[in-house]
C-alpha cells in the first residue's frame, strides 16, 4: 500500500526530542529540567473534589460547552482577577487543557492561504497544527529582541494574507512576558492591520516582576482577541486535562461546532474538580507562585554564575540560556550533559530554528535538585 | 521576615547565601534578619522532622495523649501547675485546652510500662491534678504539616513540552 499517511501529515516534523526522550528514559538518577509542568501535585482540595464527584455517581457526558457550572464560575472568576467580562452561555467553551483551544481556533479561522504569524521561539504546537489546519506558518525570529515580538517585527511580517498572531505570555520556552505598555504598542498594530490574536496566557499565574496584563483587556481588542487559558499550570492540574476558551460569540460557536464533533465534551471528573479550583485553589497557587520565584532568582543566578548567560525571565518556570560560546550545537550540548552528568534539558531548536545555541532548562524542580543540577552542568562546562 | 521564616520552616537547613539568593537580597541581610529572629524568640530551635517508626529502641518508642483535669489556683490560673507538669522531661508537649479537659499532654517513653509509671507516680498524684485519661497513641499519620510516609515518587515524566 501506497500513500497511506496524508501529505499534509507527512510534511509535519516530528517533535524534535522525540529520540532524546527515549535516551531519558533508559537512564538512572537522572535530574530532569526537561519538564515542562509544575511538580507539585494538584492541591489536595482539587482531587478530593474529583474524587466526590465519582462517588456521587458524575460519569456522564456533560454539555458541549461544559458544566454551565463551571463557565460561570469562570466568567466570576476572570470580572473579578482582570475585569475581563465575557458570558458564559456564548462567549465561553471548555477545552482539553489548552492545546484542544488553539487546534479549535485556528480551524475554526482559517481558510487555505491564510498566514498565521508565530514568534519563535514557540511553543510546539502552534506552527504545525497552523499548518495542518491549511494555513502557513510566518515564524517571526525573536532571539535579537529579548525574545519578545515587537510593533516592528510585526508589522514586517505582516501582508494582506496574514490573518492572526499567536502570542504566549509568559512563554514557554523562553519565560519572557509582557508589559502592559508592550502589549498595547502590539495590539496598536493588530487593530492596524484588522488581525486576530491567539492568545495563550496558560501561565498567567505564574508572572513574578509586574501584574499580568490579558491581552483581551487593551481598548479594542476584545473583539479580536481569542483567549486561552487553562488549569493546568496555575493549579498545577497539568493532567486533568482543563482548558478554556473565551472570545466573540460567532468565533466561539464555530468552535464548539467542531469540539462537539471531535472531542464532545471534556472529562466530567476534571470539570467538577476544576470548579473546586476556582473556589479553594487561589491559596495554593499563590504558595507555588512564591516558591517559583524563589526558585527562579537561585537558578537563573546559578546558572549566570557558571556561564550560562540568561536574563532574568518574568515568568512561568523557564530558563531559556545560551550556550553558544562553548562550541557545540545546542542537542550535541544536550547530549553529551545527559550522558557525561545525568542532567536534561530541552534542546532550544525544539521550539524553532531560532532556538540554536539555547536551552530550556525547567526549574519546576525542587531546591536540592536545582543545587546539584547546577554543580553537575558547572563541572560539564568547565570540562569542554 | 516573612519569607525568611517560610524558607526555613520548610527546610531549616537551607544557608544565609541561599536564602539572600532566592529572596536577591544580600547574605549579610539575611545573616543579620535570622539573627534578630533568633534574639526576638521567633526562631525557637533548627531540628529534623523524624519518623520514629522507622527508628528502634529509643526512649520515646511509646507516646500518649493525655488529658488532665486540673483545679485553677488564686491569682495563678493553670500556669503554675502547667509549669510544674511541662517542666518533666517526659512531657513532649503540654496545651491548655478548652472542653471537658484542661491540658493535653503528649508524653513519650521507652514502653507502656514508663507512660503508665510517669502517670501513676508522678502525675496523677500532683496537688490540683483531679483526674487523667490517658490515650495510646497508635499511628502516627501528620504532624506539624508533614505527612509521615516515605517521599513520594515523582510521577512525572522527564521529558515534556
Known amino acids: 500500500m501506497k500513500n497511506i499517511i496524508s501529505k499534509k501529515v507527512q510534511a509535519m516534523q516530528p517533535s524534535g526530542i522525540r529520540a532524546f526522550f527515549d535516551l531519558v528514559l533508559g537512564m538512572k538518577e537522572v535530574i530532569s529540567l526537561g519538564v515542562g509542568e509544575p ?19 458524575f460519569t456522564s457526558y456533560t ?6 457550572k463551571l463557565r460561570l464560575g469562570l466568567a466570576r472568576f476572570l470580572k473579578h482577577k482582570y475585569g475581563l467580562e465575557y458570558c458564559p452561555d456564548e462567549e465561553m467553551l471548555i477545552t482539553v487543557g489548552v492545546s484542544e483551544g488553539v487546534d479549535l481556533a485556528l480551524r475554526a479561522i482559517i481558510n487555505p492561504g491564510d498566514k498565521i504569524i508565530v514568534p519563535i521561539p514557540s511553543y510546539v504546537s502552534y506552527g504545525p497544527v497552523a499548518e495542518l489546519a491549511g494555513a502557513k506558518a510566518v515564524y517571526v525570529d525573536t532571539t535579537k529582541d529579548d525574545f ?39 495590539s496598536k498594530v493588530m487593530i492596524r492591520h484588522n488581525l486576530l490574536c491567539l492568545s495563550d496566557e496558560v501561565y498567567d499565574d505564574l508572572t513574578y516582576d509586574f501584574a499580568h496584563t490579558p491581552l483581551a483587556t487593551l481598548k479594542g481588542m476584545k473583539n479580536r482577541v ?5 488549569f493546568s499550570k496555575g ?23 467542531i469540539h462537539q464533533y471531535t472531542i464532545m465534551c471534556v472529562s466530567i471528573t476534571s470539570q467538577m474538580a476544576a470548579c473546586e479550583a476556582l473556589i479553594s485553589g487561589a491559596k495554593s497557587v499563590q504558595e507555588m507562585k512564591r516558591e517559583y520565584k524563589r526558585r527562579r532568582e537561585f537558578f537563573i543566578d546559578g546558572l549566570n554564575d557558571i556561564g550560562l548567560s540568561c536574563k532574568k525571565p518574568q515568568g512561568a518556570f523557564y530558563a531559556f540560556p545560551s550556550v553558544k560560546h562553548f562550541g557545540l550545537s545546542s542537542l550535541e550540548f544536550s547530549q553529551r550533559l545527559l550522558k557525561d552528568k545525568k542532567v536534561a534539558v530541552v534542546p532550544g531548536t525544539a521550539f524553532g530554528k531560532c532556538g540554536e545555541g539555547y536551552l530550556r532548562m525547567s526549574y519546576a524542580s525542587n531546591a536540592d535538585n536545582l543545587k546539584e543540577a547546577l554543580v553537575r552542568i558547572g563541572d560539564f562546562v568547565r570540562g569542554i | 521576615m516573612e519569607e525568611i521564616l517560610e524558607i526555613l520552616e520548610k527546610d531549616c537547613r537551607a544557608s544565609a547565601e541561599d536564602i539572600a539568593k532566592m529572596t536577591g537580597k544580600k547574605a549579610a541581610a539575611i545573616k543579620q534578619a535570622i539573627k534578630k529572629l533568633e534574639k526576638e524568640g521567633v526562631i525557637l530551635k533548627y531540628k529534623a522532622v523524624i519518623n520514629r517508626e522507622l527508628v528502634r529502641d529509643t526512649d520515646s518508642a511509646v507516646r500518649a495523649l493525655i488529658e488532665v483535669n486540673i483545679a485553677p489556683q488564686k491569682d495563678l490560673g493553670f500556669d503554675k501547675i502547667a509549669e510544674r507538669i511541662y517542666s518533666f522531661g517526659e512531657v513532649s508537649s503540654c496545651y491548655l485546652i478548652s472542653g471537658t479537659y484542661d ?4 508524653v513519650e517513653g521507652r514502653d507502656l510500662q514508663t507512660v503508665a509509671r510517669f502517670v501513676a507516680e508522678k502525675l496523677a498524684p500532683l496537688e490540683h491534678v483531679k483526674g487523667t485519661a490517658t490515650h495510646f497513641l497508635l499511628k502516627k499519620y501528620k504532624e506539624d504539616g508533614v505527612i509521615l ?13
Not at chain 1, 507539585?40 to 465519582?54: D, H, K, N, Q
Not at chain 1, 492572526?164 to 505598555?181: D, E, F, H
Not at chain 1, 481569542?226 to 487553562?230: A, F, V
Open chain 1, 226 to 230: 481569542i483567549y486561552l487559558n487553562g
Open chain 1, 39 to 57: 511538580d507539585f501535585v494538584t492541591p489536595w482540595s482539587i482531587r478530593e473534589a474529583g474524587i466526590y464527584s465519582l462517588e456521587q455517581g
Open chain 1, 235 to 257: 493549579f498545577a492540574m497539568t493532567g486533568w486535562r482543563v482548558g478554556y476558551v473565551c472570545a466573540p460569540r460567532e468565533i466561539v460557536a464555530a468552535m464548539t461546532k
Open chain 1, 148 to 186: 519578545k515580538l515587537t510593533p516592528k517585527s510585526l508589522t514586517k511580517a505582516i501582508d494582506k494574507k496574514v490573518k492572526a498572531v499567536i502570542l504566549n505570555y509568559p512563554s514557554n520556552p523562553t519565560g519572557v512576558s509582557y508589559t502592559k505598555r508592550e502589549l498595547e504598542g502590539l
Open chain 1, 63 to 68: 454539555s458541549n460547552k461544559g458544566l454551565y
Open chain 2, 103 to 106: 491540658l493535653l499532654l503528649v
Open chain 2, 149 to 161: 510516609k516515605h517521599r513520594e515518587e515523582n510521577k512525572r515524566i522527564a521529558i515534556s513540552y
